[in-house]
């Protein structure tokens, strides 16, 4: 039951005394910015948005909405797919694209302490001038922090890892307004509870981060990519399977289906045969650094038609196929909406999912498109709907669901990198089983009056 507290003007006069007044607003347009993320979940407006500056602001504004029982939504680039930032109960907004300052950069430590705000792309820009960067990439240029509360991943994940791997130590605001460090800068550290991975993926339901260490790498001095096309996903799979298995360790190993070809030709004209690919890079010291031991086993698990890039332009061009599907199936199908499937079993699994997941749609009279970090086994469907058909949009719903349920049989789960935000709650007790009630306890000890981020999580 809702029984929080709406802001009076007291509240406002009380929060503009800590982030004044040119950081601060009730307008409906900074209100409606920050109503929905990337999803198809429902719009709800705060009541208010703030853009604070510092970890001291961040502690007084929370312990001001702790003791009056204020809902608080922190946001970043609000690139969510699960409507993880969606203030759905009103309340403070706190968006943190003013913190967003580099702190320091400790190349020879291969680290960085940031603030949340800033984005990827502008940490990796910065970075480079060091020969640095921070792998993990979700595609959007999301903010440090939203990637942190989200464990967001992508497609380096296979190489690099997922948030969680690249993150070191955290500077986190309870709902207290206490500030605490969890984690360190020691390359490894097994001292006390893991408090650092207990707030990542935390969706800023237990608290606010203020600043984040990162683990950063060497950027690579040589790339090369090969799409090779299979008449099957059985194949694709077993190519897989074989690569990550002989150890080369690739820095991308992505799936497409065949109607994923079919709209990349006809959008980009990029000649795919339209049968099910494989798309994978490689990164590292040497020229070819892994791409003919890759060559051969896509020959010998079938491959009917391979392409090779060698160096980042070349490379480039070849990734198009796979940066801009979703900008790609929007301009395919003018005026319609998708609903982004994001499930992950382990790889032996994946070909059943594929399969599942296409004849889901097809029961159903749906139309989607498949592709995917295959390499991870986290596989993407983006269903087409309209979204003026509130008919329409109940069975994506209803069939999004069913694929989700059976990600959790094959031993998955419901979110390889999206997160649980609104969308996924319904499966998190099919899913953790007793263990939800862990999570709850551990929420209800960091935030008593659950005042952040409300509805998300747990149903
Ligand atoms: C086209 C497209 C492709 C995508 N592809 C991928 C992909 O391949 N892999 C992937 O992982 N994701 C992907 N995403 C999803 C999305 O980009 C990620 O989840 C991203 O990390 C969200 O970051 P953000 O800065 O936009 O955060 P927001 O959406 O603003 O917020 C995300 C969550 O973080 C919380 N939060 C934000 N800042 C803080 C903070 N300082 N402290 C505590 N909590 C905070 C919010 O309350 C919310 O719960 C994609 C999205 C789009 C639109």
Known sequence: MNTYTRLTDQHLAAITQIVGVERFSTRSADLDLHARDQSFHEAHPPEAVVWPETTAEVSALLKLANAERIPVTAWGAGSSLEGNPIPVYGGLLVDFTRMNRIVNIRAEDFQADVQPGITRLELNKELSRYGLFYPPDPGANATIGGMVANNSSGIKTIKYGATKDNVMRLEVVKADGEA???????????????????????????????????????????FSAVLAAFNDIESVMQTVVDIVGAGLEPSAL?????????????????????TPHVLMEFNGASDDAGLNDALDICKANGATNIKTAAGQEERNKLWQARHHTYETILRIHPGKAQQIVDVCVPLSRFPDMVQFAGQALADNNLFGYKFGHAGDGNLHMN????????????????????????????????TGEHGTGIGKRPYAVKQHGAAIEVMRQIKQLLDPNGILNPGKIFL
Not at 390 to 409: D, F, P, Q, S
């Open 383 to 414: 269903i087409i709907y309209d979204q003026s058909n509130a008919a329409e949009l109940a069975l994506v719903k209803r069939v999004n669901g069913v694929i989700v349920e059976h990600a959790i049989e094959l031993e998955g789960t419901s």
């Open 254 to 274: 992505e799936f497409l289906d065949t109607e994923t070809a079919r709209i990349l030709n006809q959008d980009k004209h990029l000649g795919l045969l339209e």
């Open 180 to 222: 605490i460090i969890v984690g360190s800068r020691a390359r490894k550290d097994s001292s006390g509870y893991d408090l650092l991975h207990l707030f990542v993926g935390s969706e800023g339901t237990l608290g606010l981060v203020t600043e984040v260490t990162l683990k950063l790498h060497p950027l690579p001095a040589n």
